[in-house]
Each structure stands twice: as C-alpha cells, then as structure tokens.
C-alpha cells in the first residue's frame, strides 16, 4: 500500500495512506478555491462537490447534516470523518502531503497569515458580498486598505507571502486578491503582481476551471 510519511505540526512522525479520495464541498468561486488549488498543488486525489441552493450536495446528500455549519469548505476524508474550517482544511492538507507548510518561525508565519486573511479579511469582506448599506461599506474599505497594506509588508519583494515557495497561506491569498475588485480597494503593487503570477499557475489555472472560471 501506498504510504506517506510526513512530520505533523507538532514534530511527531506520521504515516497516511496516499491513495484514497477526499470529497471537497464548494460553491464556485467562493473561498473553497484556497482548498482546491492547495489539494492540486499538494497532489492529493479530491473529488470536488457542489451545493445548491436548498443545501443538497451534488451526489445527493442533504449537506447540513454533513456540516452543521453549513458552510463551505468541507472536507471530507476517505473514512468519512469531516473537517471544517478553512484554516484547518489548508493545514490538514499541508500536513497529510508534507508539502505547503515549511517549518521553523515561517511555518507560524503562514498560519499567522491565515489567521488573519481568513477571520479578519473574509469578515471586512461580508458587507460588499450582501449589499450592506453604504456607511459600513465604507468603514470596511478602510478596514480592508490597511489589511492589505500588512499583507503588502509581509510580502515585501519575495515571490510569495512568506517565502519564496508557495505555502497554504497563498492559496488563501489567491481567494482574497481575486475577491478585492468587489471592493474597490486597489490593491498595492506586490499583491496585485502576486495575483498576476498566481493566475497563471497551472494548479490555479486548473482549479479555476475545475470550477467554471477559467
Ligand atoms: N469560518 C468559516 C467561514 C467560511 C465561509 O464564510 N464560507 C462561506 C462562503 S466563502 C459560506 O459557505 N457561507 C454560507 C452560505 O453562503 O450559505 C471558514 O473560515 O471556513
């Protein structure tokens, strides 16, 4: 049997079986992209399922009772154990691949960003996806020029946000700096760079179409 062995976010060795197929819940373009593009970049089998509207999975299933939270993402692993949460799905592939997460300081540096895209960022996104009234457009513009601004210092002139590889942090990042025109807050000119490069990256490029955005 197929097996991979990796060290865990807490130094301890572990071994996964590599073969079995993982089931990705998304809508298209929402902030599942970030676990796509990670299970294509980390090379792990997924099959990917869409939710409509009245929370039915594409293969059937009622999706609340799969996730409670009825959100996306969700993963579920080939023993049917679910996990949500974007954060943990990114770190849970990082680590069941042994590739996307460095370590040292920059291994906290990545979950340090995801953190921070993810509650901070997706929430000053909220008001332009709902249509909230303009007043608190505005607040969350403010809010979301100086995230960037953090993350435009973070990146400096590396090729990605933490490092010089792609990390996890970037597949979430791709999501948020494709997500910002919605806002109307320009992007400073590494970010902006940064999704340019990402765009044309063939795991992106492939998980954009996997989702019909290609
Ligand atoms: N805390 C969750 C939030 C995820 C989230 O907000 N997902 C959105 C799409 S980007 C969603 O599924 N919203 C519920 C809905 O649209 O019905 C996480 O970080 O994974």
């Known amino acids: 049997m197929a097996v991979v062995n990796i060290v865990d976010l807490a130094g301890k060795q572990r071994v996964y079986r590599k073969e079995t197929t993982m089931n990705l819940f998304y809508y298209p373009a929402a902030c599942s ?8 970049e980390a090379g792990l089998p997924y099959k990917l399922l869409v939710i409509n509207r ?29 996990l949500t949460e974007n954060q943990i799905i990114l770190a849970y592939i990082a680590e069941r691949s042994g590739k996307l997460l460095p370590g040292g300081m920059a291994r906290w540096r990545v979950l340090e960003a ?13 008001p332009f996806f709902r249509d909230f009234p303009e007043p608190e457009k505005v607040r969350a513009r403010e809010k979301l020029a100086k995230s960037f601004a953090i993350l435009s210092d973070q990146m400096g002139d590396k ?38 490069r990402l765009k044309v990256r063939p795991s992106v490029m492939q998980a954009l179409s996997e989702e019909g955005l290609g």
């Open 33 to 40: 992209l970030a676990d796509h593009i990670a299970l294509i």
């Open 54 to 82: 009245e929370k039915k999975t594409e293969d059937g299933r009622d999706f609340n009772a799969i996730n409670p939270k009825s959100y996306i993402p969700t993963l579920e692993l080939d023993d049917g154990t679910v």
């Open 114 to 126: 995801l953190a921070f895209m993810s509650s901070e960022i997706h929430g000053h996104y909220v």
């Open 159 to 196: 090729a990605f946000l933490v490092s010089e590889e792609m990390t996890i942090a970037d597949c979430y990042l791709f999501w948020v700096l494709m997500v910002a025109p919605k806002s109307g807050v320009e992007l400073p000119e590494n970010l902006q760079a940064c999704f340019e």
